[in-house]
Nanobody, 124 residues
Framework: QVQLVESGGGLVQAGGSLRLSCAPS????????MGWFRQAPGKEREFVAA????????LYADSVRGRFTISRDNAKNTQYLQMNSLKPEDTAVYYC?????????????????WGQGTQVTVSS
């Protein structure tokens, strides 16, 4: 069982930046493809970004490409989501997810483990 803990959420003005972190429990972080999803009030959970085991491959939703950067540091057992040029429509609860097999993915059901989420609020 992998437990994921997100941190770094908060309130920021439009145009600002935040960096989210996700620190899975255990020593097998390097065995998991990692992802970020978000869910705004009244909306379905949506894909944000994903990264492969060794960080060589990354995927982004069109809505965040060029503004958000996903990365990981396997030595620190942590993955990050750097969010720049934030917009009010980025307001959501952001979830960290881990997937054991095959590679980074954009579909939420393909992920095995989920964090509790961290709130990101962007004011206009």
């Amino acid at each position: 069982q992998v437990q994921l803990v997100e941190s770094g959420g908060g309130l920021v003005q439009a145009g600002g930046s935040l960096r989210l972190s996700c620190a899975p429990s255990g020593r097998t972080f390097g065995s998991y493809n990692m992802g970020w999803f978000r869910q705004a009030p009244g909306k379905e959970r949506e894909f944000v970004a994903a990264i492969s085991l060794n960080g060589a491959q990354s995927l982004y939703a069109d809505s965040v490409r060029g503004r958000f950067t996903i990365s990981r540091d396997n030595a620190k057992n942590t993955q990050y989501l750097q969010m720049n040029s934030l917009k009010p429509e980025d307001t959501a609860v952001y979830y960290c997810a881990a997937r054991r097999l095959y590679g980074p993915a954009m579909d939420a059901p393909l992920y095995d483990y989920w964090g509790q989420g961290t709130q990101v609020t962007v004011s206009s």
